[in-house]
């Protein structure tokens, strides 16, 4: 499989209903099938971000633009669905300017998420939040939340990640003196730093002495971290000049931080070729038998900006050093040029993971569509054909997820409508195989 010629490709025609949106897909062996693909929001644009499966449903996060308030007054949308797609309630958060949600989790105790994001103060001031929130039957009621960064400096932060006593979020700052005594490996443009702060369980700051950055005279940032008793492993991507590469290019990163004190207590180690750009959006420490270890996955792209999946799998314990390396595969899907694409990963119950990125579509006109594909536990390829879902304009993805009776849930955002565009936060389920369901 060598292009978009060779790819199973869904259509989907949606329609405006008077109080919400409603719509119809297609599948590819019978154009009158209605099957399960359900859009979420209201008046304006509505972006999905992250997606959690509960015991009697979906929990949806993104966010949510009013036409009248403008970029500015856009709000978080949080939404409970049963397994039918059968909106149970909504709750919004937000103040004055602009808010975005990027990534929530459940957190140790029964029914309850962290959930963290941006916010913007002013042009070139961009701090952000972390929240804790109890779910119910009826809606989501804050516990606590708290807002971190630097004045005057742009910090963006990128996921959430439960520790033995707290929280420890990864994104990036401006505030390139938060990373003090950098290693200097060569003189880049040095624009951003990974940001790294962590928090006890009531959202107060962990330690004032935790080392709340790390990087090199080079743009670096904080994707994933994961807590592993007396390391703190964090995943990013650093266009640091590594080995002999005659040219600063994006690599993905990963060190360990001191549990105690967030230094680097181990050695840096990057993934990459010396002539592509490879950016890491997704990691996940997969612990069944099946699948054990980490898989990062992200965009590569060669000297044309034409951009493909590329799968790396680490094995479960790290030396941080070539030795962890089990397998790396660039999966050959010719994505196109897609500026800011990112991936998402699911594991797959029978061994193996989801992974879903944005392609260009020639068959829509060239919109951004959705493309699913899977690859068995060391990351190489199984369906030789991969799926690709569009609302014909610009689609993103959220987060993929396979339920315990084997269907695979793919959560995002689809621009759609006809005379007037707007997005929506989109959940598609399929079946094991990447068909659609009937709804």
Partial sequence: MKGMGSRFLITVCVCLA??????????????????FIKYFGEDGNQEGVDMLVAADGF???????????????????????????????????????????????????????????????APGDQDCFIMTLNLSPSGAIRIDSTSFGYAGFTENVNSVSLTSDGYVSAGSTTNLSVVVG???????????DAMNFRFNPDLSVYNATWRKGAGFNASDESIKIFDRGNLKIMFGVTNSRVS???????????????????????????????????????????????????????????????????????????????GDRENDNVLQLSL??????????????????????????PATGGSVDWLLTKVNPIGRVVWTTPFIFGGGGEDTI????????????????????????????????????????PE
Avoid: H
Avoid at 182 to 192: A, G, R
Avoid at 338 to 356: D, M
């Fill in 398 to 437: 959220g987060a993929v997820q396979e339920l315990s009776d084997g269907s695979i849930v793919v959560f995002g955002t689809f621009e759609i409508g006809s005379d007037r565009r707007e997005k929506k936060m989109t959940l598609i389920k399929l079946t094991k195989d990447g068909k659609l369901q």
């Fill in 182 to 192: 950098k290693p200097m490996i060569e003189t880049t443009p040095d624009l951003i």
């Fill in 336 to 361: 196109g040029n897609v500026p800011g694409s990112k991936t998402a990963i699911g594991v797959a119950q029978g061994g193996g993971f989801f992974i879903v990125s944005n392609t260009l579509s």
């Fill in 244 to 322: 002999a590469q005659p040219t600063a290019n994006n690599n993905f990163w990963y060190v360990g931080l001191g549990d105690v004190s967030g230094e680097a207590s181990t050695s840096s180690v990057f993934i990459g070729a010396a002539n592509q750009e490879e950016v890491l959006s997704s990691v996940l420490l997969a612990t069944d038998p099946a699948n054990e270890g980490y898989l990062l996955v992200g965009i590569v792209k060669n000297s044309n900006n034409e951009g493909d999946i590329y799968v790396f799998k680490l094995k479960p314990t790290l030396g941080f050093n070539s």
């Fill in 18 to 35: 008077f109080l919400g949106w409603s719509g119809c897909a297609l599948t590819g062996d019978d154009p009158s099938e209605k099957v």
């Fill in 59 to 121: 929990y949806l996060l993104g966010n949510t633009t009013k036409p009248q308030a403008g970029a500015l007054g856009q709000q978080i949308l949080l939404i409970k669905t049963d397994f039918q797609g059968n909106e149970m309630w909504r709750k919004s958060f937000g103040k004055a300017g602009k808010d975005e949600a990027r990534d929530m989790e459940y957190t140790n105790t029964p029914n309850q998420i962290v959930m963290v994001g941006n916010l913007e103060r």
